[in-house]
């Protein structure tokens, strides 16, 4: 696991944008693996840029996103649907409908969307590049706390500290999904490069209790340590935090 400070939210986001741009040229038909949340948000504003001036063309791409909230349909504002569609895909004419996947949400059979989904993943075939953030209880993609390394694209049901991280972009509390889709550690595992960000004060335990390097299912991210090719981008008040607490 590589952790690289690239000093803030700016160039942290330029260098994975940079990074997609790259796998895209080089392999037009590359499996992206996407993410969402507040720290994807510059990712994708810098990405669709750079994807337009280079005049790419991703009618093969194939994408897909962690999770989606159970119960939000696609149109939903909050779903991860509408999101993925604001900050990247309507940013670009040539990405293929056909090849972006995202859980359906309000799936009339939720436990069977998600065995339909992680069966897709199988045929899609691993993540070229697999893009993560991180939960301030270190979850990654909606795997909570005690999620098994063994587990699959299935219905999690979200803590307490996540909804309540979740609930600025919701009017109330009450309005957050209790519960998502969300593709599984084993799956995620699959990728074959996985970059994972995390900027800010909020994110400095999740990040700490990471690199300390203990490999536990109480802390979701840990399995990370298990996979070859990790980056862990972070800014620099994360890092001054680790040097002066001695995590790194
Ligand atoms: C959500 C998403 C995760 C994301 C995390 C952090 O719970 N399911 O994929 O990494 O939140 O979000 P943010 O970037 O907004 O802090």
Do not use: C
């Amino acid at each position: 696991m590589n952790v690289i400070n690239l000093k803030n939210r700016t160039v942290g986001s330029q260098y994975v944008a940079t990074e997609i741009l790259k796998q895209v040229i080089s392999k037009p038909n590359a499996v992206l693996g996407l993410a969402t949340g507040n720290t994807m948000i510059e990712v994708y504003k810098t990405l669709a840029a750079l994807l337009n001036v280079n005049q790419i063309d991703l009618s093969n791409v194939v994408t897909f996103n962690l999770d989606e909230y159970v119960g939000l349909s696609a149109e939903h504002n909050q779903s991860y649907r509408v999101y993925m569609n604001a900050h990247l895909f309507n940013h670009n004419q040539t990405w293929n409908n056909k090849n972006i996947y995202l859980p359906v949400g309000d799936a009339p059979n939720i436990e069977l969307e998600s065995e339909l989904y992680e069966q897709r993943l199988g045929e899609i075939g691993s993540a070229d590049i697999q893009i993560l953030g991180i939960g301030e209880n270190g979850h990654i993609g909606f795997n909570e706390p005690y999620s098994s390394f063994e587990s699959v694209t299935r219905v999690v049901d979200l803590t307490p500290s996540t909804i309540n991280a979740n609930s600025q972009h919701f009017e109330n509390i009450e309005d957050v999904p209790k519960q998502a889709i969300s593709m599984g550690l084993s799956s995620i595992m699959k990728a074959k490069r996985i970059i994972l960000l995390a900027f800010g004060k909020n994110k400095q335990q999740a990040i700490k209790a990471l690199l300390e390097g203990e490999v536990s299912e109480a802390l979701p991210a840990s399995i990370l340590h298990k996979h070859p090719n990790v980056e862990v981008i972070i800014d620099d008040e994360i890092f001054t935090s680790l040097i002066e607490d001695g995590t790194l």
